[in-house]
Nanobody, 126 residues
Framework: QVQLVESGGGLVQPGGSLRLFCAAS????????MAWFRQAPGKEREFVAA???????YYEDSLKGRFTISRDNGQNAAYLQMNSLKPEDTSVYYC????????????????????WGRGTQVTVSS
């Protein structure tokens, strides 16, 4: 079955960097758009970034320039490089698989994803 396992979160000071890792299994990884979402306490889960199987990347506008999504289809892995982190980036970060093969439709919508990891906590604090 589809499995997505996130790692790489932790506590970092403002201005620092983290690289999140999503290990995928149970499906043909290269055929699916993958995405990162995040959810802070008391808030809705929100879109961060997505990347198609061919490597086309999409970002939440406010995060462009600080966050970079990438993937390694040979390793069945997706990554999120986060730089210049701010306290407001504190959230649980989730990896997700698009529900349709070879599609990036509505990549920014939670409803476009049916498989999710359990998340990894990112805390930005001094």
């Amino acid at each position: 079955q589809v499995q997505l396992v996130e790692s790489g979160g932790g506590l970092v000071q403002p201005g620092g960097s983290l690289r999140l890792f999503c290990a995928a299994s149970g499906f043909t990884f290269s055929s699916y758009t993958m995405a990162w979402f995040r959810q802070a306490p008391g808030k809705e889960r929100e879109f961060v970034a997505a990347i198609s199987g061919y490597g086309s990347a999409y970002y939440e506008d406010s995060l462009k320039g600080r966050f970079t999504i990438s993937r390694d289809n040979g390793q069945n892995a997706a990554y999120l490089q986060m730089n210049s982190l701010k306290p407001e980036d504190t959230s649980v970060y989730y990896c997700a698989r698009h529900k349709y093969i070879a599609s990036s439709s509505h990549y920014e919508s939670r409803e476009s994803y049916t498989d999710w990891g359990r998340g990894t906590q990112v805390t930005v604090s001094s």
